[in-house]
């Protein structure tokens, strides 16, 4: 890796701009709430129940939000792998180590994130560009 963006060509393993990859849910909630067949409804309520109550549980640990210059929420961090050269005025520029505030994410690969600690502009940013920071 030389902070270059992955090769349009798509060499193994290289992330490319990314697509809607978006099918929708299977499986998730709307199929674990909803009991089916001949099983007694309170056997299956409480299993779930105590899930919802650990799930509870660890959102209120996660610790406290943090906001934009202008009070947007911060939904998390990332540092981005590659540079980025925004391609149309939506999207955003970024170098590669930049770390970038995420504040909307989409199921279609970009990301609503500002560069963070300069000069607040926000655009759309690929998401495979990007990890965890």
């Not at 990314?18 to 099918?23: D, G, L, R, W």
């Not at 089916?36 to 509870?56: I, N």
């Not at 909307?104 to 990301?111: T, Y």
């Amino acid at each position: 890796d030389q902070g270059y963006p992955p090769s349009s060509r798509g060499s193994q393993g290289a992330p490319l701009r990314p697509t809607s990859t978006y099918y929708g849910a299977e499986g998730g909630w709307a199929a674990a709430s909803s009991p089916r067949g001949g099983a007694p409804q309170q056997q299956q309520q409480q299993p779930q129940q105590q899930q919802l109550s650990t799930r509870v549980r660890s959102q209120s640990s996660a610790g406290q939000r943090q906001f934009t210059k202008d009070g947007r929420p911060i939904l998390q961090f990332s540092r981005a792998m590659y540079m980025y050269q925004a391609a149309i005025p939506e999207e955003l520029t970024f170098a590669k180590g930049d770390i970038l505030a995420v504040l909307r994410l989409q199921d279609d690969g970009w990301w609503e994130a500002e560069v963070a600690g300069k000069d607040g502009r926000r655009g759309l940013v690929p998401s495979n560009y990007l990890v965890a920071a």
